[in-house]
Each structure stands twice: as C-alpha cells, then as structure tokens.
C-alpha cells in the first residue's frame, strides 16, 4: 500500500502556515461515531462541498489472517462478493450501483478488506441495504466461483508474472518477513491460488464477514443523525457472530543482511531497493513510527531529499531517489529505499553511494531545519486531506480496521510535531541497520 502521509505538492509558504496554524486548533477529519448494540461501529465525516457521500464497509480480514496454505483466499473472497446472494443475482450489485449513477470497488491489504461506493447522497440508503445484504447473504457455487479463480490467476499474471519489478519486491517482502504472514503476497502463491475453492471462500466468509468484525465509514454531506437509523435500520439487523482469532505468529529479531538478485529480460532498466523491518504505529517500538515518517521525508520525500539531491543532482548516479514507510501495518511494517540508475552505472556504484548517505546520516544525523521543514510538510499533508470526499473515509477505515483509534488519527499532526531531531536521528540508527535489511538488485537480461 501507498504510504498516507506521503502526500507531495507544490503550495504557498502562507497556506502551508495557515494550515499548521489549523492543525494547533482543530483535529484532522473531526468526525462523529457511534457503536450499534451487535458490535458494528460507525463512524461520520461530514464534509459538504458536493452533494455526494463515500460509503465504506471495512473488514478485520486480510491476507495475514488466511489459514495456512490458503494464501490469496482473502483477495478471491473479494471478487467472489459480487458474484451474487440470496435476494440479488450475480452482478445486480454492480448494476444497480451503475444504473444510480454510482462508483464502486473494494480492495485487500494484508490486515483488512473494503468495500466502498461513491453515490449521490439520496442513494445512500440504497447502497447500504446492498451493501448490508452481502454482508450476511452470499451465495457461492463452484459454477460461479471457479471462473473468477481464473480471473485471479491472470490478474497474478499481469501484475506479478509480467512485472519484474513486482516479482522481485514480491521476493524481497518474502525474505524480509522470515516468519510473519505478511512475507505472502496479498494476491497470494499462485499453486496455492489454483487449489481455492468456493467452500475455501464461504470459510473465510463465514469466520471474519460480520457486523462486530466491520466498520462503516460514511463521508460527504451528511450528517451523523441521518445516517444513524439507516445504520441501524441495516446494518444493525444483523446479529453479531463469533470471529476467528488474528493468529499471526511473531516475526523474530533479524540477524543476518539478506539480497536477492532477480535477472529477467522483461526489466527494461536495472533498479535498486533496500527494505529495512521497522516498527509500526501498533507493534514494535511504536513511538519510533512518527519519527521514521519524518526519517522517510528527510531522506527520500521528493525533490529536495537527501537522496534525491546526492544521487540524482550532485553525483549524478541516478534518475530516481525515494523512500517509502507505510506505520499502518497491525504489525511490523518495513522502511523501503529505491533508487534507479542513470544508464552506464553499475548497481555496486550506486549501493556504495546508498551506502555512504546511510553511514553520513547515521553519523551526522538531522539537522534541526530539516525535521521542521518536514514536519510542515506532512502537517500541511493532513490538512489538505479534509477536501478530499474518500481521503478520512480511506484513513479513518485503515485505522480503525488495524485496531487504531479515532484519537490516534486525530492527534496525527500534534504527535508529528512533538518529535525531536534526536528521535529521527534515534530511529534512524535503530532501523537502518545491516542486518535488518534486505537488499533487492533488478538487472535486465538472463532466460524468460
């Protein structure tokens, strides 16, 4: 997933004051909640620029919690929710979302799965009495469901198969997750994608699609009154169920530097990446999370970076530098590098250069400038995030669905500004260690 608080624009010094000047006074979304007696919690972010609403419907349910040799079952459950229940046939969802002039998708992490829709704020009531049916009425067959497996399995293909950048991330997130489920990919092994079954999805179903597993996140021009008896008068008709546990195992303390070289003649330029195991907002050492977004700013956040300005401006190695850290993750999450060479560098070059940033920063650490100037970049980030109809939906879902909380959300920008360049510089030498890492080389050639 993108990390959220990577969110890159070119705005005015004043607006960028002007919303840190709202961030000491105001929270992020400000949204209003309420939990129904079967578990559900609902939570309203009132926003009403247009007269339209995001509903969302969020399950504690992903990828990290499949069974084990039934990786990808998460994912095939998700495509298998439009295939019909007991009172709508196979696509009348899609259909009548459509026909109302409506949006709809959903997507699978490694912790959760969502289902959202974007209508007209009078066809609210519409989505959510669909929405709440498939909740508790899915219908499967082995005729219906052993097509969609093949659907999965080309989308494996071409986001998977055909991308050698994916094939080796896939690779490098495995070596880095020794024992923890998120080392299998979302979309799952493909042997084992072959052998899921619609019995296998009506499981997973069964085990984790109820009320006081889920959450519903409405946004737009509504208000939390409105929504409250249709809420209930749907969603909360549906008793609550008994949820299988989260068994995830503990990932162990990594000891040894680990690389993975992937030759492919499909890569049409060689690339570079280094994931470090890094704490997240939940697990791990989670006040070092909001030090380590500022870290991923400073080190790799866009054009004025570290990285960017050593590699691709001064020395000229590269024609792209970045970072990537996603605190997110109910469990450890990973602190990515990736850097691609200019033409004619060799990727030892271009290590050694990654390297001596690192061992600068590690000895040097963060100037005082640079954590401020971050932290007004990701405070305005948050800020800026209130105009978008689906942006709180999206973050309030995410937390919410990894065991966070509104507060946590809420307190986002106060709890960014509360860190010290020591802390950056601390995490920084905690995470940023050999023998945490897993180095990935992309170098086009060798056999198909």
């Known amino acids: 997933m993108i990390p959220r608080h990577r969110v890159f624009a070119s705005f005015a010094a004043i607006m960028v004051m002007a919303a840190l000047a709202m961030c000491a006074d105001a929270a992020v979304f400000n ?134 950048a994916a094939q080796l991330d896939e690779q490098v997130r495995a070596a880095l997750f020794v024992h923890h489920p998120y080392g299998i990919p979302v979309i799952g092994w493909e042997p084992e994608i072959k052998e899921l ?103 790799g956040g866009g054009g004025t970076s570290r990285l960017y300005r050593s590699l691709v401006i001064e020395q000229r190695l590269a024609v792209g530098a970045g970072t990537g850290y996603d605190p997110d993750a109910r469990d450890l999450s990973r602190f990515v590098i990736q850097v691609s060479p200019r033409e004619g560098i060799e990727l030892p070059a271009l290590e050694a250069a990654v390297d001596a940033e690192i061992a600068r920063l590690l000895a040097d650490g963060v100037s005082e400038d640079e954590v401020d100037r971050a932290k007004k970049r990701l405070q305005a980030s948050a800020i800026y995030a209130r105009d978008s109809l689906q942006t709180g939906a999206r973050v309030l879902g995410a937390a919410l669905a990894v065991d966070g909380t509104i507060a946590d959300v809420e307190a986002w920008p106060e709890r960014i500004g509360a860190v010290t360049p020591t802390q950056v510089t601390e995490a920084a030498r905690r995470v940023l260690q050999p023998g945490r890492s897993v180095t990935g080389f992309l170098i086009p050639g060798g056999r198909s």
């Open 31 to 164: 949204p209003r909640t309420f939990t129904m007696a079967n578990g559900m919690q609902v939570v309203v972010v009132e926003n009403h620029r247009i007269s339209a609403v995001t509903h969302m419907v969020w399950y504690k349910a992903g990828a990290a919690d499949e069974p084990r040799g039934k990786s990808g079952i998460a994912h095939y459950l998700e495509h298998l929710m439009f295939k019909g229940t007991r009172v709508y046939g196979p696509g009348e969802f899609s259909r009548r979302v459509a026909v109302n002039g409506g949006r709809e998708n959903a997507f699978t992490s490694h912790d959760y799965t969502a289902y959202h829709q974007t209508v007209a704020r009078e066809r609210l009531e519409l989505v959510m009495k669909l929405e709440a049916d498939r909740m508790t009425n899915l219908k499967l067959t082995p005729k219906l469901a052993k097509p969609e497996l093949q659907v999965v399995l080309e989308e494996r293909r071409a986001r998977i198969e055909n991308e050698p």
């Open 197 to 299: 079954t619609a019995k296998d999805a009506l499981a997973f179903y069964r085990a984790r699609y109820a009320p006081n597993n889920a959450i519903l996140v409405i946004a737009g021009d509504i208000t939390l009154e409105q929504v409250k008896p249709l809420a209930e008068k749907y969603y909360g008709a549906i008793p609550a169920r008994p949820i299988a546990l989260r068994m995830r195992g503990i990932e162990p303390a990594p000891i040894a530097m680990r690389r993975v070289v992937l030759e492919s003649p499909r890569a049409r330029r060689p690339s570079f990446s280094r994931s470090y195991l890094a704490p997240s907002y939940h697990k791990g050492e989670p006040d070092q999370a909001y030090a380590l977004a500022l870290l991923s700013e400073i080190l």
